[in-house]
């Protein structure tokens, strides 16, 4: 007697939760559409039917809207030497105080160009703006044409190993044709919190 109550109850609470799944994806659907439906982010979920709600799980409303971030990411990419007069010259200085000087192109990022050279910068994060690996210390003369480092930048900068009052991150520096001949110099060390707290 016992497992057929068993039995029933389970068909019950089965059917209940198929119920309800079905409720959640009907949800998903259609917050999915209002994605589609309003670009840049600004997606309205107070327009959602009040139909949809499950009462036990309301539904998250916004009344104010922003982007994650508001800073430009450049994100690792091939580069190609530039033509002949085209370039920029850049200066690295290496840990071991070897001088490398770079023709690179117009709208190459310091990322780009140390990998793309072989060149010791290690960039985790490929330019996602995700860690400071890529800390450069660029030389007084070139850092007041950089642009300023962003809200997002600055935080990176913060968790860099032996930070200067020109330290930026090597990702953020995009070669113009007023940075020509700018010198940076690669610290010794480098700090990846993310393995650390790995580790």
């Known amino acids: 007697m016992f497992s057929r109550y068993l039995q029933q109850n389970t068909k019950s609470i089965i059917s209940l939760s198929n119920y309800f799944l079905n409720k959640r994806q009907q949800q998903i659907m259609h917050m999915n559409t209002l994605f589609k439906q309003n670009s840049g982010n600004k997606v309205i979920w107070n327009n959602i039917p009040k139909t949809m709600e499950i009462k036990f799980t309301p539904i998250t409303t916004l009344d104010q809207f922003r982007k994650f971030s508001n800073s430009k990411v450049h994100c690792h990419k091939e580069i190609t ?3 002949e007069g085209e370039g920029v010259k850049i200066n690295f200085i290496t840990p071991e105080g070897e001088k490398i000087t770079i023709d690179s192109n117009i709208g190459d990022s310091i990322m780009d160009i140390t990998q793309a050279h072989g060149i010791d910068l290690e960039c985790a994060c490929e330019g996602s703006l995700a860690c400071s690996t890529c800390h450069v210390i660029v030389d007084p003369e070139y850092y007041d044409k950089l642009d300023e480092p962003t ?3 600055n935080d990176m900068l913060d968790l860099a190993w032996g930070l200067t009052e020109t330290s930026r ?12 001949g700018i010198t940076v110099t690669i610290p010794s060390a480098t700090r990846n919190v993310r ?4 580790s």
């Not at 991150?169 to 020509?180: A, E, N, S, T």
């Not at 393995?195 to 790995?198: G, H, K, P, T």
């Open 169 to 180: 991150l090597g990702c953020q520096i995009v070669m113009r044709k007023d940075l020509d």
């Open 151 to 153: 809200d997002e930048e």
């Open 195 to 198: 393995l650390e707290e790995l």
């Open 81 to 83: 030497p530039p033509k």
